[in-house]
């Protein structure tokens, strides 16, 4: 069975720095794509940016390229996002997901097949 753990979440003031990590398991190909989401409290699940095994391409919401970077260490099956420059309003819930495809848009969640438990992000002011 593919698992996905999310980890890394915690408490940080604003302008601080979080890497979450994806531990990634039970694919039975080498192609897969991994995403990263977030839920904001009160708010539905937002597509953050995805990556594909199979190219390595990496795909990151525009409006948070600035601040966020999605990084891969193949060899440990693991999937970063790199959080800086944190914002209260970055506060949620962080999720990564998988699918068997080789790409999937992280704009529609509904099409990702694996999902991991949360990671809690809290950014004080």
């Known amino acids: 069975d593919v698992q996905l753990q999310a980890s890394g979440g915690g408490l940080v003031q604003t302008g601080g720095s979080l890497r979450l990590s994806c531990q990634i398991s039970?694919?039975?190909?080498?192609?897969?794509?991994i995403g990263w989401f977030r839920q904001k409290p009160g708010a539905g699940r937002e597509g953050l940016g995805s990556f594909s095994s199979q190219d390595g391409a990496i795909d990151l919401k525009p409006s948070l390229k600035a601040r966020f970077t999605i990084s891969t260490n193949k060899a440990k099956d693991m999937v970063y996002l790199q959080m800086d420059n944190l914002e209260p309003e970055d506060t949620a819930v962080y999720y990564c997901?998988?699918?068997?495809?080789?790409?999937?848009?992280?704009?529609?969640?509904?099409?990702?097949?694996?999902w991991g438990q949360g990671t809690l992000v809290t950014v004080s002011s």
């Open positions: 039970g694919f039975t190909s080498e192609n897969y794509a």
């Open positions: 997901a998988g699918s068997p495809a080789s790409w999937v848009d992280y704009d529609a969640d509904c099409l990702w097949t694996y």
